[in-house]
Structures are given as C-alpha cells and as structure tokens.
C-alpha cells in the first residue's frame, strides 16, 4: 500500500506553493491583522478563485475540476503554510462537503457550481456557545421552513454567503441550507486570538431554510460524517503550519550567531528542532493514513480522521511554540512572525472541536474496531 502522493500530485503542491509563495506573504496576512475592517484579504481570494482550486474535490458534473480528496489535501497543507487569511476551509472542506456527502440532488447542481467559481462563501453553523456540541445543547428550531435561533461561533460567518445550519424540527435534529442575505438573519462578529480568520455570531428570526436530504432527524450522525471529512483537510492545513514553523526555527538557528558561534550549534536548540521534526513526521503519518482513509471513502476513516486531527493539532501548537522559544527574544516581538503560526495554531485546534473531542472520537472509534 503507497500512502505518498503521485507525481502530479506532488507537481500540484510544488506549483501551488511557488504560487502562493508570491501571492499570499506575510504582508497579505498582516493587511488582515492590522486592519479591524477587514475581515479577510479579498485580494488574494479572488485569485486562489481564479486558480480554481475551490472546486478540486466537486465533481466536473457540478462545475468542479473533478481531481479528488488527496489534491484537495495537497493544497490544504499549502495554504496552511502561509496562513492564508481566505475562508477557504470554510467553503471547501465544510460548506462543499457536506452538500456533497448530504445534500439532495437539487442543492448539489445549484449550489456546488456556485461554490466552485467562487460567486457563494459557504460556512457550517452548529455550536450555540462554550462546551462540547451534543444533540441536548442544540437549541436552535425549524418550523414550517422557517429557522429561529443562535448560532456562535461561526468560522467566516460574517462573510458567508450561505449557512449549514444544525436545528431541531419536531423530535429530530436536520441539517439545514440557508441563504444569508434575508432580513431575517442578522450577524455580529466576534473577536478571537486570530483576527485573520474571521468569525461572527448568528442569529436567525424566521428565515427561509431548505432541509438538505432528510436522515429521519440523525442530523448529528450525518455532521459527524462531514466532520470526519473535514478533520483530515484541516490536519493538512495544520502540517502545512507546523512544517514553516520548523523551517522558520531551523533558517534561525542557521544565522542567529551568539558567543561567535550559529545558536542551532547549542544542543538545547537541537533538541527543540528534533522534538519539532519527531511530532511534525508523527503528525504527518497519521495525515497520510486520514488522507487515504477518505479517498477511499475507508470504513477506518473515523478512526483515522480522529488521529490524524489530534496528531496535528499537537504538532502545530508544539511547533508554533518551540518557534518562538528558539527565536527568543525576538520571536515575542510583533515584527517576527512567528505569533501569526501562534495564533492559527490555537484557533485551528478548537475549530471543529477541541483536540480533547476528538480524543474521545479515537478511543470510541477504536472500542468500536476491537469490538467487531
């Protein structure tokens, strides 16, 4: 069994890093940071569009490129190198997948295209505060096609298009389409660790939602599936992050000379960047095993959706960390960017749930395997 990339996909990586590279630097990040009217960088949006990588995973049926999960992997871990402040995450590994995996055919030819060319920013509503998502914290209610409730923290909610909503109808819980540029839906952002990835608080009075395929109200059985889908890309995004942090450490301790000698001689700096390396391969491995997993629609994907999650949200928070620890004094100051590796790293682990989440998802998954 080959678990490594193909040629192309590799030829894939390759050109969208040098396109990144130049299009989406520091300075595109910080525009972000710096500006609180901004929200995300549209300038490098529209050409990450133009590219045509939002429709890599959507089938050519519905206006996409047609290629795959594993390319979609591949440019998941680029953008996460450079911290793109696009909400791509939002429309491609949420928003696109879940209509892919649960919408009806009707959502999948109106929508999907759209996703694709960029015209709708898709983002997925479910929590409605602090704490772990779970069927009794769902408060949100349909009636009669109509959605009423709260919804926070959404990731690129304020610049959104169209919602996944979770929400009880009668005795079940369903997955919801809704467009947000009713009256009826209002948003307010919200303030984070990380300004360059957007997040806004949702609240909906009677608006219009289109149940996606009816599941007979197991809406959390069907999120759970797209979650799945989605922790394997967002585990690429975070190795992309971890493996520029190594490198940023690494090009550091190369040129930062103390006593007449490049600090990355000292063997306390070694250590950092073999621990970095160690979690960063591990992290890697289990990505590697998530991204197989799923383009192969695998029965082990929940359980290798969760590892390759909980490996990756270690990796990139241990990284960002021993990045900043190996610049030293410098690495805490605003000019050196590594509290912009920082600040994503924290969010990213939390976003689609806590790494203590998916813990439990891995050792249910596993109880499960053992079990059959």
Not at 59 to 67: A, I, K, Q, R, V
Not at 88 to 105: M, Q, R, V
Not at 173 to 181: K, Q, W
Not at 299 to 314: F, Y
């Amino acid at each position: 069994m080959n678990f490594d990339f193909s040629d192309d996909q590799k030829f894939l990586r390759d050109e969208a890093r040098k396109f990144l590279e130049a299009q989406c630097t520091s300075a595109h990040v910080r525009a972000v940071l710096d500006d609180d009217a901004m929200s995300h960088n549209d300038e490098v949006w529209q050409k990450i569009v133009e590219m045509g990588w939002l429709g890599a995973a959507i089938p050519e049926e519905f206006g996409g490129l047609g290629l795959g999960m594993l390319e979609l992997c591949v440019i998941a871990e680029e953008l996460g190198r450079v911290l793109a402040p696009v909400p791509f995450g939002s429309s491609a590994f949420f928003f696109a997948e879940a209509i892919k995996l649960a919408g009806t055919d009707e959502q999948k030819a109106e929508l999907l295209p759209k996703v694709a060319d960029g015209s709708i920013v898709g983002c997925l509503a479910t929590t409605e505060g602090p704490g772990s998502l779970s069927a009794s914290s769902v408060q949100a209610t349909v009636k009669k096609g109509k959605l009423s409730g709260t919804k926070l923290p959404v990731t690129d909610g304020d610049i959104a298009t169209h919602a996944i909503v979770l929400a009880k109808e009668g005795s079940g819980i369903e997955l919801y389409v809704v467009a947000l540029d009713q009256d009826t839906v209002s948003r307010k952002s919200l303030k984070t660790i990380e300004p360059t990835r957007s997040h806004a608080e949702m609240k909906f009075d009677g608006a219009s939602a289109m149940r996606m395929a009816p599941h007979e109200g197991n809406g959390m059985e069907v999120l759970d599936k797209i979650m799945n889908r989605a922790a394997v890309l967002l585990a690429f995004e975070q190795l992309g992050g971890a493996s520029r942090c190594l490198e940023m450490a690494t090009e550091y301790a190369k040129e930062r000379h103390a006593f007449g000698r490049p600090i990355g001689g000292n063997q306390a700096i070694k250590h950092k960047l073999a621990d970095i390396y160690v979690k960063n391969e591990v992290a890697r491995s289990n990505a590697y095993y998530g991204a197989w997993a799923l383009s192969t629609d695998a029965t082990e994907l929940p359980e290798a959706a969760a590892a390759a999650r909980v490996a990756a949200s270690e990796a990139f928070w241990f990284a960002s960390k021993e990045n900043i620890q190996t610049h030293g004094g410098m690495g805490f100051t605003w000019e050196v960017d590594c509290h912009l590796y920082y600040r994503r790293a924290k969010l990213l682990a939390v976003q689609a749930g806590s790494p203590a989440v998916w813990k439990e998802k891995l050792v249910r998954a596993l109880e499960h395997k053992n079990a059959a």
